[in-house]
């Protein structure tokens, strides 16, 4: 299968999959996706807000002061010329105010009178009703990720709660009996560096991961297998396998999908590094599907399958958009892989614009992995000269990791 349709299969059936909308209180809410537009539940600012500390007066000067407004309060009207209320920043202009004059552009005369000129310039000295939206207007659609800016513009509006997809619930299934889980490795034994390293990129895109959902090595039987990816699909919506996705000896992941009645939504995948990947879905005991990627066991082409496969199903069951690839210019050549997609690791330039591909990329290296911010695809039957531009598969990074 072509790496592109895989990645848009994979998002489709995450969005097949995708629950309804649950109410999660305003601080809890960052991370989630809407469900439901975000609208306006009133006019923004929803009343004449002055800008400035100072006077809201009436008719000509001087105006006798007749009262005082602070912001929360409510001033009574002004109903004559001549008159006048002390205003804060934030204060309700009162009806009837036809000019706002700042606090150190006045003066008052020996019978306490206010004088003083409104300053004019392009930006009012008071805020109306309806200026940054209007009630019922849209501010954001559904599928927008809720971050700290938009729970802010929510709590603006007088929103308590959002309605907002559940977060996936991921695990991981470490295979491989030649792993070790700590010490020096050696003597044909292995580090495993995906049972640390999994599920941080899970919860990049937005999983939830129990360290409790996390388990391995299973031990090489098919009987361990088929427990293990049992127990793992009744608490997750989603689990990642690492390694046994070949027809090795030891290589159960195949039988025990066809134990458990899976359907493949992707078996391999023309990618280089990383073919062996796979995307199943396996019936759930309550109706709704579980899903099933199995990433091989060659560590950077783990990392691959997880971008390629698992990144777009967690957006798909989030209720995201799907993941749109920039393009970038490669600062050098990179080869073409033949019928398959190239996946190249590469660092971004400081401008991201351009991308440069780095060393250590062996499928089976995490080095070259922990010093690039994602990779240059080059399709199949094509090479990328210096200077062509090309898509770029980011890594899920965070502000500040790789500057
Ligand atoms: N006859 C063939 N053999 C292999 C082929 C092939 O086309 N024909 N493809 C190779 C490629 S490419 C890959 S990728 C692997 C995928 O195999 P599996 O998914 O079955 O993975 P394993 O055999 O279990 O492991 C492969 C490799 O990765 C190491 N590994 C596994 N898990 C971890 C881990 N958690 N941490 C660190 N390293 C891990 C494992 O020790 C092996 O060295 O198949 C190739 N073979
Ligand atoms: O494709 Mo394997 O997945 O090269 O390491």
Redesign the pocket.
Known sequence: MDWEEARRLAYEAGRAAIGPGEPVALPDADGRTLAEPLRALTDLPAFPTSSIDGWAVRGPKPWRPVGRVLAGGVAPPLTEDGTCVEIATGAMVPAGADALVRIEASTRDGDGRVLGEPRVGPVPEWRLPGEEATKDEELLPVGSAVDPAVIGVAATCGYESLSVHRRPRAGLL???D??LTGGIPGAGR??????PQVPGWLRRYGATVDPSAVA??VQDTLEAHLSAVRGALAEADLVCT?????H?P??H?HPALTELGAEYLVNTVAVR????MLLARVPGPDGRPRFLA??????Q??VIALITLVAPLLAGLQGRPAPVLPTVETTDKVRGRGGDTHLALARLGHDGRSATPVGHVG??MLRGLSNAHGFLVVRPGTEAAAGDLLPFLPLPLLTGERP
């Open positions: 470490v295979f491989g030649e792993l292995v580090r495993d560096s995906l049972g391995g090595p690492t390694g046994g996705t070949m090795g030891v290589d992941l590094p990383g073919f062996p199995g990433l091989p066991g060659n560590p082409s783990a499928s089976a």
